[in-house]
């Protein structure tokens, strides 16, 4: 078994300029420098995924020389990668000229992207589980998270490093070991965790060399498993297996150490897995609003005959009235002429006239009365059959929702690196979100695209009003597409909450030239579920618009 690479540190004497140390120091012992180098090599494979580019934009070599009087006397590489935006994780066998040339070690961090490298210090060293922490001052490298579930016998998993018989395959120079380079992929199944001098280990057969201590073990999704550390050589046909130390050391050092870092426990899952779920779910969802739409139709023509019975029974005993009023009084009206006749016959002439007028005013009265009766064709009031056949409307989409709470929902989403704890959204009028961010009209949904100056992640938000449905994508790219984004992003002018519907169109075309920018499919898809937040919640701070 074989240990991968060893480095060191910077000799206090040592005149270098700044960022340019390394640069100085390989010029100046270039031939030494390529003679340590052609004696400490192995191979690697190159492997081919969205998530696991992603993940090497946090990959960097870790280079490390010993100068001793002006003289090189000892040279080392490895790999690493970042658990915070200038904190490396490396083995602690990269940087063990440390031990042995104390005070006389300079250690290069060389990022993967970009046109710099960046002077580090070791700030926790873990010997016994082969494990350190490095610090550098210069741009932020894109962070790994640390994958803290369980890992299948069998699973997939993909090593990123600088294996060292690449370089000196390739290199024209021993300057071109600190210019930024992508890393070498290879790789292999999971085999099994054993212990090696009290430390956990993974075996695994992805292809390893020295070079690629200190670089990260992977699972498909990017996220890190292990730490690469060592090798078993191939005897007579043997096959050769990878060392990693396990995610459960790794963590137990950061906690020492007090380094912060990114955890996820969530098993990982395809963009596509988690889309056939999302079509499943939504033809299940249209589904059943189809058949509560059948249902409404039911229960309306269900409502629209009772009604209309009621109507013609309402109507039959208004006929039936008029016809038994019209009949009363014209019942009325003959025994009023009729009394007339007796007043007039006792020559009460006077009783006898105003008797026969009654009589024939409610004699013609039941003559109209019958001649207007009701047709007793059933009439349904507007209002009524306004209630009956209309649908039932849609909540319109720039109705306030207020404040919610957003719960994470695991079978919908795909998370790579990012928190799942529930978030309070507080949604206003015209896609007002939390008060300050405005979001853009798509279709019956709103979004919001950010692009950070910092970070080389974009984040596409949205909002659907009527699911109460809050999904995060997130892309990981490298610094040329953010730097392409950027550019795009720099003539969206509306960032606070606007009334202006003619602002909000803007804002939505120059999110369309965005979105045609970006890669088919996220890296990372978090769903959430909003009910009404509870009284004196607050809403969760949001990323300042992009």
């Given at each position: ?5 060893s ?14 140390v ?39 070599r ?40 104390p ?10 992207e ?35 579930g ?10 990123l ?16 070991y ?16 054993r ?190 059959t306004?209630?009956?056949?209309a ?52 279709g ?82 978090i ?20």
């Amino acid at each position: 078994m074989s240990c991968l690479p060893s480095p060191s540190r910077r000799d206090s004497g040592l005149r270098a300029a700044s960022r340019d140390v390394l640069a100085i120091v390989f010029k100046r012992h270039c031939a030494a420098l390529l003679a340590l180098i052609a004696t400490m090599l192995f191979a690697a494979a190159p492997a081919h995924a969205d998530d696991i580019s992603a993940t090497a934009r946090s990959v960097v070599r870790v280079v490390t020389i010993a100068i001793v009087d002006d003289e090189v006397v000892g040279f080392g590489h490895g790999s690493g990668f970042a658990v915070a935006p200038n904190r490396i994780v490396t083995n602690a066998h990269v940087v063990e000229l440390l031990s042995r040339y104390p005070g006389n070690v300079v250690i290069g961090i060389v990022p993967s992207e970009g046109s710099k490298s960046y002077q580090g210090k070791v700030i926790a060293l873990d010997t016994a589980h082969d494990l350190a922490l490095i610090e550098f001052t210069g741009k932020p490298i894109p962070t790994s998270a640390i994958y803290t579930g369980p890992v299948d016998e069998g699973s997939l998993v993909t090593a990123l490093g600088y294996p060292g018989n690449v370089d000196m395959a390739t290199a024209k120079s021993a300057v071109d070991y600190i210019h930024p380079l992508s890393p070498i992929r290879s790789e292999g199944v999971f085999s099994g965790r054993r212990q090696m001098s009290g430390t956990a280990v993974m075996l695994h057969t992805a292809q390893i060399a020295r070079g690629n201590s200190g670089g990260p073990l992977l699972d498909p999704c990017g996220r890190v498993i292990g730490v690469n550390s060592a090798i078993t050589r191939g005897e007579e046909g043997d096959s050769s297996f990878g060392f990693a130390i396990a995610n459960s050391e790794l963590t137990a050092f950061l906690i020492r150490a007090k380094q912060s870092y990114a955890a996820v426990g969530t098993p990982c899952t395809s963009i596509a897995d988690i889309d056939k779920v999302d079509a499943q779910a939504e033809a299940k969802a249209a589904a059943l609003a189809d058949e509560a739409r059948r249902t409404a139709a039911g229960k309306a023509l269900v409502a629209r005959d009772a009604a209309w019975i009621a109507a013609r029974d309402a109507a039959d005993r208004h006929r039936e009235n008029v016809m038994a009023i019209a009949t009363l009084l014209l019942v009325l009206g003959a025994m009023a002429i009729g009394l007339g006749g007796l007043l007039d016959a006792q020559a009460l002439r006077r009783g006898a006239i105003w008797a026969w007028g009654l009589g024939a005013l409610m004699m013609v009265g039941a003559v109209v009365l019958f001649l207007l009766r009701p047709t007793g064709t059933p009439m349904l009031a507007t209002n009524e059959t306004a209630k009956i056949d209309a649908p039932v409307a849609p909540m319109s989409s720039s109705v306030p929702l207020g404040k919610m709470v957003c719960s994470f929902v695991p079978e919908r989403s795909r998370v790579v690196s990012s928190s799942t704890e529930d978030t309070v959204i507080d949604w206003g009028q015209a896609g007002c979100m939390n008060g300050r961010t405005q979001y853009a009209e798509n279709g019956s949904k709103w979004d919001r695209i950010l692009v950070p100056a910092q970070e080389q992640t974009v984040s596409v938000l949205q909002f659907d009003p009527a699911t109460r449905r809050y999904v995060t994508t997130r892309y990981f790219l490298g610094s040329d597409q953010m730097d392409e984004l950027r550019k795009i992003r720099s003539q969206v002018t509306l960032k606070a909450c606007s009334p202006d519907e003619a602002g909000r169109a803007n804002l939505a075309s120059q999110q369309a030239a965005i979105r045609t920018s970006l890669p088919a499919r996220p890296n990372e898809k978090i769903v959430y579920q909003c009910t009404p937040a509870p009284a004196g919640a607050s809403s969760s701070p949001t990323p300042s618009a992009g």
